[in-house]
């Protein structure tokens, strides 16, 4: 498997490889790819998964897709 990477990135990634924390390049990928398989949800912040929650629960809307955004972002902002 081949990965192309941005400059910049691969520069980051060849830094916490120097920094001793990983043995090589393929450690890190391994150890990001566990870390997403172990919890692929981790990136939903709490009020975006409250908001998913009151959907799963809630019967169907009246409102439209560009409601239930603008109130999304409404909220996210709020917090």
Request: hydrophobic share 30%; no cysteine; charged share 40%.
């Amino acid at each position: 498997m081949n990965i192309s990477l941005p400059d910049e990135m691969k520069a980051r990634v060849e830094e916490r490889v120097k920094s001793g924390v990983y043995a090589d390049v393929s450690d890190y990928v391994r150890d990001l790819i566990r870390d997403d398989l172990s919890d692929p949800d981790r990136w939903i912040s709490p009020n975006i998964a409250s908001i998913i929650e009151d959907g799963e629960e809630s019967e169907d809307s009246e409102k439209t897709l560009e409601q239930i955004f603008a109130e999304a972002k409404s909220q996210y902002r709020s917090s």
